[in-house]
């Protein structure tokens, strides 16, 4: 039934593509020319705020908030823009069951908001969209199991209890084990459709799910073939993702047929020893019949993150790529200061790389059916880290051209740590979405405020910047 319902909206989505010329809508208010410099501050609630802040002893908030993940324009109204949370509030713990997560909201249920911007620049929540499994009932924000991607993270409660499937009775092995939820997500690629449907990717399998315009899911693609729900599949290759560096961006061409997604860093294939390189790799999956292809992304150094990505044209999209520093130093304080954090968008042109499934298989390069393209014996990754990009090209294998169109930085002496929302407003201006982690963070495992300087706690500001994002 899940199969029957994502076709029909799919051939929805078809019949509305044949009027879709770009991915941009002309803005049909001045918001995008008064907008403040500063940025303006999304609204939030409090999710609880009887915890006590690790560093201050005193009680902190976890704020809802969280809409930082993923941002896209709403394609049926200029002036609205979606957004993404992740899993919800969660920090690197170790407890009595092993290394895993605190989740000091564990019920919390990942969702889409819709917010709107006033002519003043202001912006507000017109909706929550709680992201919902097929049959209806919510979805969590905790690990799948293995089967499905999962890297062995236990759940914790912030009192480094363990969230159970029954948090009432002890903990059993058979009876009452840690709970994991094979539908939970952490949500970070966003795209809106123009019949009111969604795609989200995530950094769990890594998934593509699709939710019907209530946040239903309707569909499924991941790289999982034993995976039931899945409609399509992604390579096998994208198994090896990075623990919570997965398919961090998602975009979709103008004519709503093909998804591209990007992965946030370089993945652990064929192992842990290849994750500290530069190549990165985007998939784009075709909708009206499964296929895929895959290019390679180069990053400017090593461990960096790939936090979105967003659609220009059928082919030129634009990229987030950034490092993990405070400008201004952030929770560490002034002394820990980063004049030199990266928070760059560039523009790249899918034309321009080389299409990994193009490449022909010789003496030297093969394929394989768990780790994809093999150069020398070796994966992608190990090749380039041991050999360079250089040589790589020399058999024939390029990344994608890019060009640096925005340096956050410089534009707006961006404070936040986190770059992970794209909107594209028209050919000149562009909205960027800080993740603010629900204002929480942690220090060796306990829970803080979080903050970007003594006196000022993270929170998700939308930024506007005028900038050619076409490179006319």
């Given at each position: 039934?899940?199969?029957?319902?994502?076709?029909?909206?799919?051939?929805s989505v078809?019949?509305?593509?044949?009027?879709?010329?770009?991915?941009?809508?002309?803005?049909?208010?001045?918001?995008t020319?008064?907008?403040?410099?500063?940025?303006?501050?999304l609204?939030y609630s409090v999710?609880?705020d009887?915890?006590?802040?690790g560093?201050t002893?005193?009680?902190f908030?976890?704020?809802?908030g969280?809409?930082?993940?993923?941002?896209?324009?709403?394609?049926?109204?200029?002036?609205?823009f979606?957004?993404?949370t992740?899993r919800g509030?969660?920090?690197n713990y170790?407890g009595?069951?092993?290394?895993g997560?605190s989740?000091?909201?564990a019920?919390y249920t990942?969702?889409?908001?819709?917010?709107?911007v006033?002519?003043?620049?202001s912006?507000?929540?017109?909706k929550?969209i709680?992201?919902?499994r097929?049959?209806?009932s919510?979805i969590?924000?905790?690990p799948?199991t293995?089967?499905l991607?999962g890297?062995g993270e236990?759940?914790?409660?912030a009192?480094g209890k363990?969230?159970?499937v029954?948090?009432?009775k002890?903990?059993d092995k058979?009876?009452?084990?840690?709970k994991?939820?094979d539908?939970?997500?952490?949500g970070?690629?966003?795209v809106?459709?123009?019949?009111g449907?969604?795609?989200?990717?995530?950094?769990y399998?890594?998934?593509?799910v699709?939710?019907d315009?209530?946040?239903?899911?309707?569909g499924?693609?991941?790289a999982?073939k034993?995976d039931?729900?899945?409609v399509?599949?992604?390579?096998?290759?994208f198994?090896?993702?990075?623990?919570n560096?997965?398919m961090?961006?998602?975009?979709?061409?103008p004519?709503?047929?093909t998804?591209?997604?990007i992965?946030?860093s370089?993945?652990?294939?064929p192992?842990?020893?290849?994750?500290?390189g530069?190549?990165?790799?985007?998939?784009?999956?075709?909708?009206?019949?499964?296929?895929t292809?895959?290019y390679?992304?180069?990053q400017e150094?090593?461990?960096?993150s790939n936090?979105?990505?967003s659609?220009?044209t059928?082919?030129?999209f634009?990229v987030?790529?950034?490092?993990?520093a405070?400008?201004?130093?952030?929770?560490?304080?002034?002394?820990?200061a980063?004049p030199?954090?990266?928070?760059?968008?560039y523009r790249i042109?899918?034309r321009?790389?080389?299409?990994?499934?193009s490449?022909a298989e010789?003496?030297s390069?093969k394929?394989?059916?768990?780790h994809?393209?093999?150069?020398?014996g070796l994966?992608?990754?190990?090749?380039v880290n041991?050999?360079?990009?250089?040589a790589?090209?020399?058999?024939?294998i390029n990344?994608?051209?890019?060009?640096?169109?925005?340096?956050?930085?410089?534009a707006?002496?961006y404070p936040?740590?986190?770059?992970?929302?794209?909107?594209?407003?028209?050919e000149?201006?562009?909205?960027?979405?800080?993740d603010?982690?629900?204002a929480t963070?942690?220090?060796?495992g306990?829970?803080?405020q979080k903050?970007?300087?003594?006196n000022?706690v993270?929170?998700?500001?939308?930024?506007?910047?005028?900038?050619?994002?076409?490179?006319n």
């Amino acid at each position: 039934m899940t199969s029957k319902i994502w076709l029909a909206s799919l051939v929805s989505v078809g019949v509305l593509s044949g009027c879709a010329s770009n991915s941009m809508t002309t803005p049909t208010s001045s918001f995008t020319e008064s907008f403040p410099m500063q940025g303006s501050e999304l609204p939030y609630s409090v999710l609880r705020d009887d915890l006590i802040d690790g560093k201050t002893n005193q009680p902190f908030e976890i704020r809802n908030g969280g809409f930082g993940s993923a941002m896209t324009a709403n394609p049926n109204q200029a002036n609205q823009f979606y957004a993404l949370t992740d899993r919800g509030p969660n920090a690197n713990y170790s407890g009595d069951y092993g290394k895993g997560k605190s989740f000091p909201v564990a019920s919390y249920t990942p969702r889409i908001g819709l917010f709107e911007v006033a002519e003043d620049g202001s912006v507000s929540k017109v909706k929550s969209i709680l992201l919902k499994r097929p049959e209806g009932s919510l979805i969590s924000g905790l690990p799948n199991t293995s089967a499905l991607g999962g890297t062995g993270e236990t759940p914790y409660h912030a009192d480094g209890k363990p969230v159970l499937v029954n948090d009432n009775k002890p903990y059993d092995k058979t009876t009452n084990p840690i709970k994991l939820d094979d539908y939970g997500l952490d949500g970070e690629g966003l795209v809106a459709l123009k019949d009111g449907t969604f795609w989200v990717s995530d950094e769990y399998g890594p998934h593509i799910v699709h939710f019907d315009s209530n946040g239903v899911e309707i569909g499924r693609i991941n790289a999982f073939k034993d995976d039931a729900r899945d409609v399509y599949h992604l390579p096998a290759v994208f198994q090896h993702r990075r623990a919570n560096r997965g398919m961090e961006g998602l975009a979709i061409t103008p004519d709503e047929t093909t998804l591209v997604g990007i992965m946030q860093s370089t993945m652990q294939n064929p192992d842990k020893a290849a994750q500290k390189g530069t190549l990165t790799r985007i998939v784009t999956v075709n909708l009206t019949n499964g296929q895929t292809e895959q290019y390679l992304y180069r990053q400017e150094k090593s461990e960096n993150s790939n936090s979105e990505i967003s659609t220009l044209t059928a082919n030129t999209f634009l990229v987030i790529e950034r490092d993990g520093a405070f400008l201004f130093g952030g929770p560490d304080g002034e002394s820990k200061a980063k004049p030199n954090a990266q928070k760059h968008i560039y523009r790249i042109d899918l034309r321009t790389g080389t299409s990994l499934s193009s490449v022909a298989e010789s003496s030297s390069i093969k394929r394989d059916k768990s780790h994809g393209l093999m150069v020398d014996g070796l994966t992608l990754e190990q090749f380039v880290n041991q050999n360079g990009w250089e040589a790589l090209a020399v058999k024939g294998i390029n990344p994608v051209s890019k060009t640096l169109v925005v340096d956050m930085v410089k534009a707006a002496s961006y404070p936040h740590d986190k770059m992970e929302g794209l909107w594209v407003i028209d050919e000149h201006h562009l909205g960027v979405l800080n993740d603010d982690d629900f204002a929480t963070w942690s220090t060796k495992g306990k829970l803080e405020q979080k903050h970007l300087d003594k006196n000022t706690v993270d929170s998700n500001r939308l930024y506007i910047i005028k900038a050619d994002l076409m490179g006319n």
